[in-house]
């Protein structure tokens, strides 16, 4: 069971489960502390400290359930989307949306500001319940690096693209074996998210020398911290295929390059 897999499970295993859990636990502390008490005033004051409590349970959960979901920077309304991934609603107010490089603020949200669960939130250019304060263009063509900082300023979630991306991601691996009797459909190319960052793989290739070409998607991304498979021929959750009929590697190949959108070079793996 590889990485994406087993995050996939554990995020399903969450929504599901955390809130009734959580809940459960809460209703019986409560109960427990409220009933060891002798008298009514200690319990109002308990009571008031339970929810103290519960309150700030909920307020670290936060950073951990909303996200980056993806940044257009190419069309003409530029847009930042943040989805909650998690089982609760979240209070936004005072959240921003920042560029790293400058620190500069691209918005701030403003009181009566949540997100649901599993809900997704716009902050686009043009006419929108959340506007840019910057006038367009917002982001840089060659690369960005947004952050979204909770009202603490705390880092929550960050994305990269272009340029800035090229320090975070590398060819790791490569999955080749010369023995005939192998199954070449399972060769394959590991690229690894050095960063704390979501980074955007739109247009990105992965070019073998005499072999195949692979474009990722629009909108293809990598998690922080994260690895990722290109498979020859081969398709499970959370990885990429060549879909090639063919074997992706020869016997004259040695260099893999992987290249962004502008076909700029991010890295090469070489091997004999």
């Not at 990105?204 to 293809?220: H, N, Q, R, S, V």
């Not at 911290?225 to 090639?244: Q, R, T, V, W």
Request: with cysteine; charged share 20%; hydrophobic share 35%.
């Amino acid at each position: 069971m590889n990485f994406e897999t087993r995050q996939n499970m554990a995020n399903e295993i969450w929504q599901i489960d955390a809130r009734s859990a959580l809940d459960k636990v809460h209703q019986q502390i409560k109960n427990n502390t409220l009933n060891s008490l002798p008298n009514i005033q200690n319990q109002r004051h308990a009571h008031g400290a339970i929810q103290s409590y519960w309150h700030s349970c909920f307020k670290l959960m936060a950073p951990l359930q909303v996200q980056i979901e993806y940044v257009n920077s190419t069309s003409s309304n530029e847009s930042v989307e943040l989805k909650n991934t998690g089982p609760a609603i979240i209070d936004l107010e005072s959240w921003r949306l920042e560029l790293a490089e400058t620190g500069e603020t691209l918005f701030t949200f403003p009181r009566n500001s949540y997100i649901k669960p599993n809900q997704i939130l716009k902050v686009e250019q043009q006419q929108s319940t959340f506007m840019f304060n910057k006038l367009s263009p917002v982001f840089k063509q060659c690369g960005c690096h947004i952050r979204l900082l909770d009202a603490e300023g705390s880092v929550v979630s960050a994305w990269i693209n272009g340029r800035k991306a090229h320090e975070s991601i590398i060819i790791s691996h490569i999955s080749h074996d010369t023995n005939t009797n192998r199954n070449k459909d399972k060769d394959h190319i590991e690229l690894i998210n050095l960063s704390t960052s979501w980074v955007d793989l739109s247009g990105w290739m992965i070019c073998i020398k005499d072999g195949p070409e692979f474009t990722f998607d629009l909108m293809a991304k990598m998690e922080p911290c994260s690895e990722l498979k290109i498979y020859a021929n081969h398709n499970e959750p959370g990885c990429y295929s060549f879909d090639s009929s063919t074997p992706i590697f020869q016997q004259t190949t040695s260099t893999v390059a992987l290249l962004d959108k502008n076909k700029q070079r991010v890295n090469e793996y070489h091997f004999a």
